[in-house]
């Protein structure tokens, strides 16, 4: 099973930024966890801060994959055309979050993304990405 996790802008900076919100770890260590602890999942993982980048990755990835995990960060709350491409495909999208949205700002409670995505995850830290990948293991 393919899986791939795409990341937004700012998620190369977990571990450094805002710790009160995102915790102390970084992506990387918690990726590299996480793969090891589902082997038999190819579970690769793509992050820009451009949105063009993200567009591009949902597109090249979207009709080959099993799922993608998803958590476009601030595009999130502003990005029409990352909403558009996560309609165009044909994989099915978890939309995840680290941070419960709707407990933040209120501009943080709306999404692009969530009208197309299959299911969306928010809220549970790190481990948010976990449930997520779990919901494609029958
Ligand atoms: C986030 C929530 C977004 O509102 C924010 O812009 C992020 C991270 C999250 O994972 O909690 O960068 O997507």
Redesign the pocket.
Known sequence: MKIIIIN????NLLGKREKD??GDLSFEEFYTTLKSKYPKIALSYFQSNIEGELIDKIQEVGFDHDGILL???????TSVGIGDAVKAISAPVIE??????FA??EF?HHSYISSGAKGVI??FGLQ?YELALQSFLK
């Not at 958590?71 to 709350?77: G, I, S, V």
């Not at 995840?96 to 949205?101: D, F, G, L, Q």
């Open positions: 937004g802008p700012n998620l919100i995102y958590n476009a960060a601030a595009y999130t709350h995840v979050h680290i941070s419960n949205t933040r700002e943080r928010l809220g948010s």
